[in-house]
């Protein structure tokens, strides 16, 4: 405690203050990496006035719900709007349920239900049931109903629609 209480009369941190500010850098830091490596691959594109801010979804062609939903929640975190510009299929389309994501009307999104990691084998019914569930959870109302009605029971192609039918259909659009 005397050690405490001299360091931060010196203006020292404490260890847990430290810590906490070493888990913030680090936090932030994978943050950015996750970033960087969208961009670089091609997925994501800038907006050079906030780069920071703004995620421009070019060419998405998806992948592992799992893995975007921790994209989903980084991007929540972060305050980070999406801006859906070109082709977003699969996994992609679940930024829509984000409050920040605006829609191009030339934009292209593609729907099927959930898979297993090996194509052309079906999901157990209770494992399909659930991942569409999370599926639909992300999608503005009258998505979320043609999802479950419909496009769910692709699972072996994709449904496109385009920009202007999802801002039809209650995504918001840029």
């Known amino acids: ?15 847990a203050e430290t810590t906490v500010a070493s888990i913030r850098k680090r936090t932030s830091a994978a ?4 970033t960087l490596c969208l961009l670089g691959s091609g997925l994501l594109g800038t907006d050079t ?8 979804i070019r060419n998405d062609p998806g992948g592992s719900i799992e893995s975007r939903l921790q994209m989903i929640g980084r991007f929540r975190s ?10 977003c299929d699969s996994a992609c389309t679940m930024f829509l349920g984000l409050s920040n994501t605006c829609v191009a009307p030339s934009s292209r999104l593609g729907f099927h239900g959930p898979q297993s990691q090996y194509y052309g084998i079906s999901l157990p019914p209770e494992d399909f049931e659930y991942w569409s569930m999370v599926m639909a959870d992300h999608y503005p109302g009258a998505i979320r109903s043609w999802f479950l009605a419909e496009a769910r029971q692709t699972t072996l192609d994709v449904i496109t629609i385009s920009g202007s039918q999802a801002i039809k259909m209650g995504a918001r659009p840029c």
């Open 78 to 87: 972060a305050g980070t709007q999406v801006q859906i510009r070109g082709k």
């Open 1 to 15: 405690m005397f050690t405490n209480q001299n360091s931060r009369q010196r203006g020292k941190k404490t260890f």
């Open 31 to 34: 943050i950015a990496a996750a």
């Open 49 to 56: 006035a906030q780069a920071n801010t703004v995620a421009v």
